[in-house]
């Protein structure tokens, strides 16, 4: 089973690569940064939804679509740009719905990955729980869980971490998630 990861973060060590490392501490997995990809943004020619391949020349978009289809279990994390993904993520999913989601005769979505698992992380600096209630990391949240769903991704963990200006390290709680998160992606790859 392989696990993908797509670290959305521009940061080095930042946040959000620090928790998506810790996540897969001892898991085998193929980890991307994503704002390190090479890619050409979506043109909207809709070729893709026709004949389920992106026209656009080779690059980087074109690999991940393929560790996308060879995934099992997906982990993303992006920080909070105006309670969204940021830009080079968002440009990553336009590029890939072909290979998230097909369409029905009558246009409705169709999930292509049923039965995989996905972990979504967001991180801000809105302290806590204002980064939940102002919409900020949890709008990230909202974004990358309607991506998820309609590819079919069965969510099986969030992380949320605010105030991320101030409070480098992470609290034991968090800690604790981070920890149970990773036994339950442990847990799942034995399973197959």
Known sequence: MKVLVLNGSPRKNGT???ILKKLTE???????DVCKLKFESCVGCMNCRKNGECILKKDDAHSIAEKIKDAEILIVGSPAYWGNING???????????VLMGESKRGLPLP???????ILVSSCT??????????QSSGT?????????????KTIGVIQKGGTKNKKDFTNSELKKIERLNKKIKNTLEKN
């Open 16 to 18: 959000i690569e620090n």
């Open 26 to 32: 001892n898991v085998s997995c193929d980890f991307i």
């Open 88 to 98: 080079k993520m968002k440009m990553l999913f336009d590029r890939l719905v072909y």
């Open 112 to 118: 292509l990955h049923k039965g995989k698992k996905c």
């Open 126 to 135: 809105t302290p806590f729980p204002f980064n939940i209630i102002a919409g």
């Open 141 to 153: 949240i909202r974004e990358l869980k309607e991506i998820t769903k309609y590819a079919g991704f």
